[in-house]
């Protein structure tokens, strides 16, 4: 048994999100939501920046239900009956929720459970249903179900603070109704370590499918990777009904060729291409092709193409590549808000950070094309003094090695008992 559509516009959602990437959660929401005809808006009652729960408001639930089906940044959905800092605020809360909006899903002939989720603490099990017996006021005329109800709901609680110092209670408590879950299994589906045919730097499924939501890739859609590896973004953009090509200065990768990155094979096999990665998926029919061409002379005729462009650079740390024609790839040696890349057709809508190592980091950098080509400043000047802050940069590769040499020769001075 299942009713929907009970709840309208006036209603609240609580999103608990994954507490991974955090930086990219919020902006791959907001291009969901913007995918679907909606805005974005949440209460600030909440620190979605940093903790997994982020209250929407002003949308309704098939809007919810749309993007739920999308995010693999966001696991659950749940309709808001009740909030609170404290267990009694939350049922005072409760008591005053709409009872026409709670009766469809109270009735004698259906089934349900209450579940208990903590963040930032784990509860004993005698604790959870002691919560859970202070919520019998509720009108339950249905009867108990755990392993299959008709219908979920959920306590949760945020014991937000630091973890080495929890605090007993928590300090805010949320009883709202099980929508949908999002898309984490996509995570496991399309995992790396399954995939038919990999490469040292090939992007795992969680970033693959992020930066596909965050390009707001739709079905029909045409997508483009200019330094396509092994397909990695363009799984990710298939599996969302688009059509995907890429190209690739490295020979080897775009052939299959040349030794293999998995452990106990030394060389690729012939069957092992990006193609046979789309196949491996059921998504040959998206696939259109890929080839080996230098993505500073692109060979394509000026006008539009693709409706989303979506690659990961490379930075010449990792994957050893058989090249057309000798480039030496640069990358920043240091941040700023001076180095991301600007253009005049082009409108920066988010910039988020993945910590590398210790030293290093990568931003995943969205931009929206707010006009046409033709009608760009025709002022090349103009143009090369903007992109001069991020012309002049050392080569990320010689940094990163000297960083590693160094640290290595501190360990091994540590590790003779030499003076450091």
């Known amino acids: 048994m299942a009713v929907t559509g009970v709840s309208g ?85 409760l008591r005053t929720y709409p009872k026409h909006r709670m009766s469809p899903f109270c009735k004698a002939d259906s089934t349900f459970k209450i579940s208990v989720h903590s963040f930032n603490k784990t509860l004993p099990q005698a604790d959870r249903l002691n919560k859970i017996e202070a919520l019998s006021f509720l009108p339950w005329d249905g009867k108990v179900n755990l392993s299959a109800p008709d219908h979920t709901f959920c306590l949760l609680e945020n014991y937000a603070g630091d973890v080495n110092n929890i605090p ?147 930075y010449g740390v990792r994957e050893a590549t058989r090249r057309t024609r000798p480039r030496k790839g640069r990358m920043p040696d240091a941040y700023s808000e001076d180095i991301i890349p600007k253009h005049p057709c082009l409108s920066l809508i988010s910039n988020c950070q993945q910590k590398l190592t210790s030293n290093t980091a990568r931003c995943l950098i969205t931009m929206e094309k707010v006009k046409g080509f033709e009608e760009r400043c025709h002022l090349p000047r103009q143009l090369d003094a903007e992109c001069d802050p991020y012309k002049r940069h050392n080569a990320f590769r010689e940094k990163y090695f000297s960083g590693v040499t160094a640290r290595s020769k501190f360990n091994e001075g540590k590790g003779s008992g030499e003076n450091t």
């Open 9 to 93: 516009c006036c209603s609240r959602y609580l999103l608990l999100l994954a507490q991974e990437h955090l930086e990219f959660r919020l902006p791959e929401l907001k291009a969901l939501f913007s995918v679907f005809g909606a805005d974005l808006e949440y209460d600030k009652i909440t620190s979605p920046e940093k903790e997994p729960f982020l209250v929407v408001k002003n949308v309704d639930e098939e809007t919810v239900r749309k993007v739920m089906a999308r995010t693999v940044c966001a696991k659950s959905a749940y309709e808001i009956w009740g909030t609170g800092r404290t267990l009694d605020e939350l049922v005072t809360s």
């Open 168 to 314: 007993n209670d928590p300090c805010q408590v949320f009883f709202g109704r099980w929508l949908t879950d999002g898309q984490r299994d996509l995570i496991r589906r399309y995992s790396i370590k399954t995939r038919h045919f990999i490469g040292n730097t090939s992007m795992d499924a969680t970033l693959s499918f992020i930066m596909a939501n965050h390009a707001r890739v739709k079905p029909q859609d045409v997508v483009f990777d200019p330094f396509v590896g092994t397909g990695s973004l363009l799984v990710a953009s298939a599996h969302y009904g688009a059509y995907v090509t890429g190209g690739d200065i490295d020979y080897n990768t775009i052939h299959g060729i040349g030794k293999a990155s998995r452990r106990n094979q030394v060389w690729r096999g012939p069957d092992e291409s990006i193609k046979s990665n789309l196949c491996q998926y059921g998504l040959q029919d998206r696939y259109l092709d890929v080839f080996v061409g230098d993505a500073s002379r692109p060979p394509w005729r000026e006008g539009p193409l693709f409706n989303a462009i979506i690659t990961d650079p490379p």
